[in-house]
């Protein structure tokens, strides 16, 4: 079973940074692609970005510009480095394979942008 465990989330400032992490387990994690999605309260999961096993990244035009996604085979991680943080991007940020979902969910991560 694949396992997700986002972290990195907290309470940032308008205009301010984080990097979030996504530690999943398996064996396949080289040859997949992996997205970021968030949720935020009374709204639905939406794929914020993703990036193919060969590095090609894709950001919804929201983040452009703000959000890099990254990965490192070696650590089975996947990493979102969010700057210019602002009111709207605040929501449970939640990784998984793309472009279709691992059944299973991992807890997530919120980040809480707010002055």
């Known amino acids: 079973q694949v396992q997700f465990v986002e972290s990195g989330g907290g309470l940032v400032q308008p205009g301010g940074s984080l990097r979030l992490s996504c530690a999943a387990s398996?064996?396949?994690?080289?040859?997949?692609?992996w997205g970021w999605y968030r949720q935020a309260p009374g709204k639905q999961r939406e794929l914020v970005a993703y990036?193919?096993?060969?590095?090609?990244?894709t950001y919804v035009d929201s983040v452009k510009g703000r959000f890099t996604i990254s990965r490192d085979n070696g650590k089975n991680t996947v990493y979102l480095q969010m700057a210019s943080l602002n009111a709207e991007d605040t929501a449970v940020y939640l990784c998984?394979?793309?472009?279709?979902?691992?059944?299973?969910w991992g807890q997530g991560t919120q980040v809480t942008v707010s002055s």
């Open positions: 398996g064996s396949a994690f080289s040859i997949l692609a």
């Open positions: 998984n394979t793309h472009p279709v979902p691992y059944v299973y």
């Open positions: 990036i193919t096993s060969n590095g090609h990244t």
